[in-house]
């Protein structure tokens, strides 16, 4: 590919709404272009290097038995309210209706989809087990689009749908992808890490996650320093540190005033936040829900939803607040009445701790669960922290970010049970089929390979899954001689089945060196007439810091067994 000819172009400044490296290196290089909040057109490079990752992906899904089809993005909202999924995405869930009035989906995943078709195939347990998947389109009205590629409202995804005859079945397709899985990301150059994960609005009893550790991941996982836990925050559990064992003494008000969070309220007592206990407001599917946790931990809102089997959960306003007669900043549990009431365990760890006296100005010494107040629901709702201890061995939490490049779930039974998915056994009895799904995300792969491969001048393209193998960069090319071995060695190197892209421009040596760096492409390729001097080339890995010199004569065959599976 000539330079000259590419569609899209390199920008000199970063652009300000950029947030992410991936973001501002993807924009600089004309590899993507923003049509609206989280929409975005692939150019041309980023097109060959988003089509190479499905090629991997296809291979490895292939390789598993997996049938390669393609499903709708147009779909009936009927069976999304057959399987109350519309409920479970909610607002994210684009919906819209056609002339005649009736409700369609844009599709977020392929669920329903997919099973309906099974459904309609599928009789016997001869037929079973099946692997059906496609990189298709997807559609998510996210609240807040972000990060370039890594957060979007529409994207790619290769989908993967599992169909066994039992448990156990699934077990060993569903650890059969997981190793597909790992091959994908390691071919793609991607070092990724296999995380529990919550299953969210596609359900299923089990999910892991596969994370790309990075500095500038949005998510954060907790893993063990000593044996193989590892979690995504909103999933992962661990062994809270234990708060002072006293004996209980009588509770008794004391005067706060002014004093209204955690941090003034223990201050103020002299007492560390692990002796308190927060009150924090939420509205589950539009009802007031009282939530007390440990002063020095978080409320996880993921495993909040999960305990509530809610639909919807959100922070209650101010005004909410009021409504209800709760007293922000002096709230507690006891003698709290009319709403549900939810506490993390954490909260029996301690005694004698420091609570809201639910009216201004006042809190309680020496409350003590469950001798001073009742809760509806005991259940682990903390988020997970560095430093405590590891649920399986006791050992001490870690933390790193990473981003979700993959996500797989144990169905079950949810979705064929719903849809009449049903075979027949070798009995004669008519079961239903057991499911599971596996998603990976391929403009995010994209965006991800860029977060872990990058320098202060720009991309560092994985060989796998690089726009182009070689970036052939000649200087000076109002020099004949050196326009004339570009060209001629553009066509050797072409012939030899190298992927090149040829930097033809009349643009001065700075500006193509820096281009070259920008792109990122795996080698660089300079001739010029100090190199032709010595009947050579400049030859420079984007990841090496000095180039070297080879001879001219042959170059294409050393370039050639350097790119040799």
């Not at 479970?88 to 392929?110: C, E, I, N, Y």
């Not at 609005?201 to 500038?216: P, W």
């Not at 990122?520 to 300079?526: C, D, E, F, H, I």
Request: hydrophobic share 40%; with cysteine; net charge negative.
């Amino acid at each position: 590919m000539r330079l000259s000819k590419l569609f899209g172009k390199t920008l000199r400044q970063t652009p300000a709404e950029a947030e992410n490296i991936s973001h501002q290196l993807l924009l600089k290089a004309g590899m993507i272009h923003q049509l609206a909040a989280g929409i975005y057109s692939y150019l041309p490079l980023g097109w060959r290097a988003l089509r190479k990752i499905e090629n991997i992906i296809r291979q490895e899904m292939d390789a598993i038995g997996g049938q390669e089809l393609m499903m709708p993005v147009l779909q009936p909202l009927e069976i999304w309210t057959e399987t109350e999924r519309d409920l479970a995405f909610g607002k994210s869930l684009f919906t819209l209706s056609d002339r005649r009035d009736r409700r369609l989906v844009l599709a977020p995943t392929h669920e329903e989809v997919i099973t309906e078709l099974v459904r309609r195939n599928v009789q016997s347990y001869r037929d079973l087990p099946l692997l059906l998947y496609q990189i298709q389109v997807k559609f998510r009205d996210e609240p807040r689009p972000r990060g370039g590629l890594l957060r979007v409202r529409e994207f790619g995804m290769k989908d993967l749908y599992s169909f066994d005859a039992d448990e156990e079945a699934l077990d060993v397709t569903y650890r059969k992808v997981i190793q597909a899985y790992q091959r994908i990301y390691e071919r793609c150059g991607l070092p990724s890490m296999v995380v529990e994960a919550d299953s969210g609005a596609i359900g299923g009893k089990e999910s892991h996650e596969f994370m790309v550790v990075t500095e500038s991941g949005e998510d954060q996982v907790i893993y063990c320093s000593k044996c193989d836990y590892s979690a995504n925050v909103e999933k992962a559990e661990s062994v809270k540190l234990p708060g002072e064992e006293e004996e209980p003494l009588p509770m008794e008000e004391v005067a706060t005033p002014g004093m209204k969070t955690i941090e003034e309220v223990a201050g103020f007592l002299g007492i560390p936040k692990q002796k308190t206990v927060k009150a924090v407001f939420y509205v589950a599917d539009g009802e007031m829900v009282f939530v007390a946790i440990r002063g020095d931990l978080e409320v996880n809102e993921v495993k909040l939803k999960n305990a509530l089997q809610c639909h919807e959960l959100r922070l209650a306003s101010d005004e909410e607040v009021k409504e209800a007669g709760l007293v922000a900043g002096s709230a507690s549990p006891i003698g709290i009445k009319g709403m549900k009431r939810v506490a993390d365990p954490s909260i029996t760890l301690g005694t004698n701790l420091v609570a809201g006296a639910n009216k201004p100005d006042a809190h309680f010494k020496n409350v003590n669960y469950p001798r001073d107040f009742e809760v509806d629901l005991l259940a682990d709702i903390a988020i997970a922290q560095a430093g405590e201890g590891c649920p399986r061995c006791g050992s001490t939490l870690l933390s790193a970010r990473g981003i979700e490049v993959g996500h797989v779930f144990k169905l079950g039974t949810f979705f064929s049970e719903k849809l009449g998915a049903t075979y027949v056994n070798q009995s004669g009895v008519e079961r239903p089929i057991y499911m599971g799904c596996y998603g990976i995300g391929i403009g995010r792969m994209l965006a991800a390979a860029i977060e872990q491969n990058h320098d202060e001048k720009g991309i560092i393209w994985p060989i796998p899954i690089a726009p182009y193998q070689v970036h052939l960069c000649p200087l000076s090319m109002d020099n004949q001689e050196v326009a004339s071995n570009a060209e001629t060695l553009y066509l050797r190197l072409q012939e030899e089945g190298l992927e090149v892209l040829f930097d033809d421009r009349p643009e001065s040596p700075g500006v193509k060196l820096n281009d070259a760096d920008l792109l990122g492409m795996p080698l660089r390729v300079v001739i010029s007439p100090r190199t032709l001097s010595t009947s050579s080339v400049e030859l420079k890995g984007r990841r090496d810091k000095e180039a070297t010199l080879a001879p001219l004569e042959g170059v294409e065959k050393r370039l050639k067994s350097l790119f040799a599976p």
